[in-house]
């Protein structure tokens, strides 16, 4: 099946740096990949949606400066949380929708982010 | 929008015993749906998938799930639980907005805990 890699699987940082996470398709092409959030013991809440070689979508309360989303090839998209704090700290998870294949989405294995 | 209610917060089972895993959803079309499965600290593997055609589906590691239109349901069995079997489970609908873009909206997750 698809996979999807997601780098790095656990991050600690100090409040006011900017953490970078990427989220690759390894074995196809993902024209759309898609970033959540998950609060403990909660469910997927999407941030974002990024088509390949556009600007992300960003869901209704994300702040899109906060967490910059790039998305610059078919393999690769990146979720920068700039100036974290620690109300950042959260379990972060990409997806990926792969091209030619417009429903199901395979996912990362999540980034767990701790901000001190 | 689509919507997407699993009643379970947390069901409790026997090793060996039967489950099901409750999913209803709210859509004006038929929707993509989906079962995905977490394991505390991982990312989602899909379970199984309905777009359309026969209504009762195969899965992944025993399970199964039955699409009813009349009832907007999709319910998760399997006949036989194993304790490897406890984990987080997600019910998914996958819809096309009226802009165009696709979307996956989970449930809020059921928790299952498996009784040796």
């Known amino acids: 099946g698809a996979v999807v890699s997601q780098h790095p699987s656990r991050v600690i940082c100090k409040s006011g740096t900017s953490v970078k996470i990427e989220c690759r398709s390894l074995d196809f092409q993902a024209t759309t990949m898609f970033w959540y959030r998950q609060f403990p013991k909660q469910s997927l809440m999407l941030m974002a949606t990024?088509?390949?070689?556009?600007?992300?979508?960003?869901e209704q309360g994300v702040e899109k400066d906060k967490f910059l989303i790039n998305h610059a090839s078919l393999t690769l998209s990146t979720l920068t949380v700039t100036s974290a704090h620690p109300e950042d700290s959260s379990f972060y998870i990409c997806?990926?929708?792969?091209?030619?294949?417009?429903?199901?989405?395979?996912f990362g294995q999540g980034t767990r982010l701790t901000v001190v | 929008a689509q919507s997407v209610t699993q009643p379970d917060i947390h069901i409790t089972v026997s090793e060996g015993a039967s489950l099901e895993l409750r999913c209803n959803y709210s859509?004006?079309?038929?929707?993509?749906l989906f079962w995905y499965v977490q394991s505390p600290g991982q990312g989602l593997q899909l379970l199984l998938k309905y777009f359309s055609g026969d209504t009762l589906v195969q899965g992944i590691k025993g399970f199964e799930a039955e699409f009813k239109r009349s009832q907007s349901s999709f319910n998760l069995r399997k006949p036989s639980v194993h304790w490897s079997d406890a984990a987080e489970y997600f019910c998914?609908?996958?819809?096309?907005?009226?802009?165009?873009?696709?979307?996956?909206?989970f449930g809020k997750g059921t928790k299952l805990s498996v009784i040796p």
């Open positions: 998914a609908v996958g819809a096309y907005s009226g802009a165009g873009s696709y979307q996956l909206t």
């Open positions: 990024s088509n390949e070689g556009s600007k992300a979508t960003y």
């Open positions: 859509y004006g079309a038929t929707p993509y």
């Open positions: 997806s990926a929708r792969a091209l030619g294949d417009g429903h199901e989405a395979f």
